[in-house]
């Protein structure tokens, strides 16, 4: 067996951010420890690396162990890559943390409700149908320790963690040859720098258009639930317009859910049934003309006697063994380069007539061998994400997915599943934004009160969707599920509802600014817009590390959902800063809202009509309404650009990168507060005014003493200046 050991020069480059740092030494006799120590503790315990034959039969390597290359060395100075290579099938490793710490990661559903990893044990593939929600299915060999590091394991080959045992973590998988890396923060208790890293040698996500942020709204099934004049699927998509248009409820696409197509489930012969479809070339560019982005179902699944079928079975493109009706349909194996080029030279055919973006569903219900999941998951991912990128350009489409694994991230955005339209699945559902976060699939959404309705209920309840609208506002993704007898302005809803999801649409419109921004930010860090307490605020860890129903929505906004029946809950205010309601101040001028300091938990009240969410004192919110997508109704409408400030005599700097997708350029605002004097410098829009065909490219929001006061922001670049008699902080 080969042991590489850190020599001290190396150690001390490898951990120049900890005193007294020292690397493993090799004992005489038990398992061969990965141990970094800082001050005389271990602050890295990987107490053992394993190998075995069988998943179940895994032992410690030790300095005797025979056919065995394990190797360990710093690729940067907080990064170390760990190399395995034996004759056994399975290799893994195992990692202890002290009585206090935690673990998180690993799969975006959120066992038991938590947003830690406690008592869990599950092997690295979708999870299917469960409390909450059926098939969260974002996964990713990716774990992050209060103890303050995190581990990456670099495969797709099938494996499985373990977090039964109290403050271990266990994982391994069906490879004789692995790498994983030990990442440490750059600064001790940066979670953040951990994601970085993490996510820089796995993969990003990539900057999506305006458009993929929505509202997006779509039907289960477009080709029932006809109202009025409507007779076929397409008619149907223009009244859920006609509907938005009249209550002028924003939106920015629609998608094609099965089904759509002919054949057997309505999939496999790369077409739009001509009985519900009639024209789709022209009902797609119809639906441009309105505003709307299009997208299409697809899936890895062969359904029987369709042209995918087919050709599939004439070619031994399937996987064997699958019933092709018990499973409606088997996978093909894209790792047959043929299979791979038919599959995706078929699905031109949607982009030809213009549709810009897939739901990806699929490929973890038995259509393949499970081991097999990971590996082509990711291939169909990449494949569609080809079929995008040739059609219209990099960012220029969007295509999500309730399957997605690790580097998949760069390829497709997330959905989390089949949400249960009940309170839990909410709940459910706010908990797994923030796992899928932790992994770095920032680009998710969930369905706007939940897709597992029960049939002649009024299911959601009215007020399960209003609370659900107001979360998906604050989520960066809002898409709503509308027809089969669940729409918001046919009955059994009231018109408060659609007052309510016009509130909420139309308010997530008006972030998109700010939205885009942090977004660009994670194609960048890896950090995402929605974030567990503990990644804004690790210095309250012991505070905030089982908080999993309320988060920080970039770095600003403090966001709790209503996750249960009522019109209360607790709320946890983080950090030594102050927080107001934005939701009261940016509908209500008249009154100051109440201002809650940092370090407490208290019990805040909220109507349907309102959530609870709070702005930081000192904060710098962009809002605005950039892209006109449907709103049709108003022939006057420009585009505009708001800057919400929220000066405080407590936070004397404070700034914003602004980034303007119009221009690919990153803009720093930033607020200034000597004394009563604010001062408010505007870096540059960068001939913005030129792009949207407007002489003002917008106004400053400036919250003083419970009023709004607007100031012009200076073309080109400059700064204004204002008088701030008394704070609302106070």
């Known amino acids: 067996m080969k042991l590489r050991i850190l020599n001290s020069a190396a150690i001390a480059a490898f951990l120049s951010l900890f005193n007294s740092a020292t690397a493993t030494t090799i004992p005489a006799t038990g398992p061969v420890p990965i141990r970094i120590t800082s001050g005389g503790e271990a602050f890295v315990n990987n107490n053992a690396v394993l190998i075995g034959n069988t998943n179940t039969t895994l032992t410690p390597i030790t300095a005797s162990t025979k056919g065995v290359t394990l190797t360990w060395q710093p690729l940067k100075h907080h990064v170390i890559k760990v190399e395995v ?160 248009a009249e209550n002028q409820i924003r939106a920015t696409s629609m998608f094609a859910d099965r089904p759509y197509g002919t054949g057997n489930s309505s999939f496999g012969n790369f077409d739009f049934n001509p009985k519900f479809y009639p024209t789709p070339a022209k009902f797609i560019s119809d639906l441009a003309s309105a505003g709307f982005d299009f997208q299409v179902w697809v899936a890895n699944r062969a359904f029987l006697y369709t042209e995918l079928f087919n050709a599939s079975v004439a070619n031994g493109w399937l996987f064997p063994g699958i019933d092709p009706v018990q499973f409606q349909g088997p996978a093909l194996n894209l790792s047959i380069p043929a299979a791979y080029d038919y599959f995706k030279s078929h699905l031109k055919y949607f982009t030809d007539l213009g549709v810009k973006g897939f739901k990806i569903d699929r490929g973890e219900e038995s259509e393949m061998p499970f081991y097999e999941q990971n590996i082509q998951m990711t291939l169909f991912e990449k494949l569609c994400h080809e079929v995008m990128i040739e059609a219209w350009g990099l960012g220029n489409y969007y295509s999500f997915a309730r399957s997605a694994v690790d580097r998949a991230r760069s390829l497709t955005g997330i959905w989390n599943g089949d949400s249960h339209a009940n309170f839990t699945g909410l709940q459910y559902s706010v908990t797994s934004g923030l796992r899928a976060g932790i992994l770095g699939f920032s680009m998710w959404g969930s369905d706007t009160g939940g897709y597992i309705r029960v049939a002649n209920q009024t299911v959601p309840t ?269």
């Open 85 to 244: 290579s034996s004759n056994y099938s399975f290799t893994g490793a195992q990692f202890t943390v002290p009585s206090s710490d935690k673990f998180f990661g690993v799969w975006e559903y959120p066992f038991h409700g938590q947003l830690d990893n406690t008592n869990v044990s599950l092997q690295l593939l979708g999870v299917g149908n469960d409390e909450g929600i059926n098939w969260s299915n974002a996964r990713a060999p990716f774990f992050i320790s209060t103890a303050g590091y995190g581990v990456y394991v670099d495969t797709l080959e099938m494996g499985a963690f373990d977090f039964t045992t109290p403050n271990m973590a266990t994982f391994n998988f069906n490879t004789s040859s692995l790498t994983y890396y030990i990442i440490l923060p750059e600064k001790e208790g940066s979670f953040k720098s951990v994601i970085r890293e993490y996510t820089e040698l796995s993969a990003r996500i990539e900057m999506p258009p305006d458009s993929a942020y929505g509202p997006n709204f779509w039907s289960d099934d477009f080709t029932q639930d006809f109202h009025g004049n409507v007779s076929n699927a397409q008619e149907n998509y223009f009244d859920v317009i006609n509907h938005l």
């Open 462 to 730: 009215e007020e399960l969707w209003a609370r659900w609208m107001w979360f998906s506002a604050f989520s960066p993704v809002f898409e709503v599920m509308v027809g089969t007898g669940h729409t918001p302005w046919y009955a059994p809803y009231t018109s408060s509802l659609v007052e309510i999801l016009k509130t909420t649409a139309n308010l997530h419109v008006s972030l998109v600014p700010y939205i885009r921004s942090y977004t660009y930010q994670a194609t960048k860090t890896g950090i995402p817009v929605m974030r567990a307490l503990w990644l804004e605020y690790p210095d309250e860890l012991d505070a905030v590390k089982d908080i999993g129903d309320q988060y920080i929505f970039g770095s600003e906004f403090l966001v709790a959902p209503m996750v249960t029946t009522g019109n209360s809950r607790e709320v946890y205010f983080p950090g030594s800063t102050k927080w107001i309601n934005y939701i009261s101040l940016t509908s209500n001028t008249t009154s100051i809202p109440q201002v809650y300091a940092g370090g407490q938990t208290t019990n805040v009240t909220a109507s349907v009509e309102e959530m609870p969410v709070y702005v930081k004192e000192g904060a710098i919110i962009p809002t605005g309404d950039l892209h006109q997508n449907n709103a049709k109704w108003d022939a006057n409408w420009k585009p505009y650009l708001n800057f919400e400030v929220f000066p405080s005599f407590d936070v004397e700097c404070s700034s914003f990168s602004y980034y303007s997708r119009e221009t690919n350029k990153t803009v720093e605002i930033e607020m200034k507060v000597d004394g009563g004097n604010v001062t408010i410098t505007n870096g540059g829009f960068g001939g913005l005014d030129k792009v949207w065909n407007v002489t003002s490219i917008g106004e400053y929001w400036v919250y003083v003493a419970g009023t709004i006061q607007r100031v012009a922001i200076p073309e080109g670049g400059g700064a204004v200046s204002m008088r701030m008699e008394s704070s609302a902080w106070e």
